[in-house]
């Protein structure tokens, strides 16, 4: 059974860059069909998508967020990997990793890590 | 961007049936897929592609999608089914490729 498991480093300080990896767990993260993603939540708020990379590596951005955002895959370790440059308070949150699922109908969502929360303060 | 709109909140009674709409231009033409996430605790996938459900989720979780609407039911609601509730979609667009989610509906369980 897959399982992902963020880790990252709890607090980071503003203008300095934020590194999460995402270890995957029970099957190979180069199975085609899934697509591998970020979303994070601001404490209290809602859901949002940050980003998202295939199994061939080419990557999907929040036009919100993609200037300071770059997405890869390491394939030999099963893990993929987020960065976000020039982090500001805005970017406190807790950070999924999560599986997107290109073989059902509506590409859902349909696997993610616990999270984990990243605070962005001096 | 694509834009899913959510009422912020629905209460409902143990044993009725709640209803949690989901507000987007044209969404009846896209593939909806509904979350659930219950405090401290990561989403989970109870409704994809408007109106399956992975398996493991109770029947009494239904979807539907229509027009300007997409609408997630539960029936005989539970204690249990309190939780924040979101939609999402994946858009692909000129000017935007990824995944929407809905603003969030709190269900509370009266």
């Known amino acids: 059974q897959m399982q992902l498991q963020e880790s990252g480093p709890g607090l980071v300080k503003p203008s300095e860059t934020l590194s999460l990896t995402c270890t995957v767990s029970?099957?190979?993260?180069?199975?085609?069909?899934?697509?591998w993603a970020w979303i994070r939540q601001p404490p209290g708020k809602g859901l949002e998508w940050i980003a998202s990379i295939s199994f061939g590596g080419d990557t999907d951005y929040n036009p919100s967020l993609k200037s300071r955002l770059s997405m890869s895959l390491e394939t030999s370790k099963n893990q993929f990997s987020l960065t976000i440059s020039s982090v500001t308070a805005a970017d406190t949150a807790v950070y999924f990793c999560?599986?997107?699922?290109?073989?059902?109908?509506?590409?859902?969502?349909?696997?993610w890590g616990h999270g984990t929360l990243v605070t962005v303060s001096s | 961007s694509y834009v899913l709109t959510q009422p912020p909140s629905v209460s409902v009674a143990p044993g009725q049936t709640a209803t949690i709409i989901c507000g987007g231009n044209?969404?009846?033409?896209?593939?909806v897929n509904w979350l659930q996430q219950k405090p401290g605790q990561a989403p989970v996938l109870v409704v994809y592609a408007d109106k399956d459900r992975p398996s493991g989720i109770p029947e009494r979780f239904s979807g539907s999608n229509s027009g300007s609407t997409a609408t997630l039911s539960i029936s005989r609601v539970e204690a249990g089914d309190e939780a924040d509730y979101y939609c999402q979609v994946w858009e692909g667009s000129d000017d935007y490729v990824g995944y929407v989610f809905g603003t969030g509906t709190k269900v509370t369980v009266l």
């Open positions: 999560a599986r997107d699922n290109f073989s059902r109908g509506g590409f859902p969502t349909d696997l």
């Open positions: 029970g099957d190979s993260i180069s199975r085609s069909g899934f697509f």
């Open positions: 044209n969404i009846g033409s896209k593939s």
